[in-house]
């Protein structure tokens, strides 16, 4: 098995996109070849930036693992000076040892994480 993934918000909005990128590593998670996550904080933002229904996530979720916000999660991320998604999907990536994948690569720079960029121009 391969090294896990964090999907940002950035991410997971790539994902609905259907950014080749992020599709591969939906699919390796599919197949089973990679833990794929998501911070629950992640898919509600996500959903509230990219208008996304509830419906929608159906489809999409079935190989990966949406992180709760408990009470460990919570209290890791409240003296974090980044907006909570953020913060959250730093964490979880900590934790799981993971690649955190992103659009916004200058979000974790302050962080030691392994960040794959979803931009175009890296």
Do not use: C
């Not at 994948?101 to 931009?119: I, N």
């Amino acid at each position: 098995m391969n090294r896990p993934f964090v999907l940002d918000s950035s991410a997971v909005v790539a994902l609905f996109d259907a950014n080749p990128r992020v599709m591969t590593i939906w699919r390796w998670a599919n197949l089973g070849e990679n833990v794929v996550a998501i911070p629950a904080t992640v898919l509600v933002h996500a959903s509230q930036v990219a208008d996304i229904a509830p419906s929608a996530w159906e489809a999409i979720l079935y190989p990966l693992t949406v992180m709760p916000l408990d009470s460990a999660s919570a209290l890791g991320v409240l003296e974090s000076p980044e907006r909570l998604d953020i913060a959250h999907t730093a964490w979880e990536a900590d934790l799981m040892r993971a690649t955190v994948v992103t659009r916004h690569p200058a979000s974790y720079r302050l962080r030691k994480l392994p960040v794959l960029s979803l931009r175009p121009d890296q």
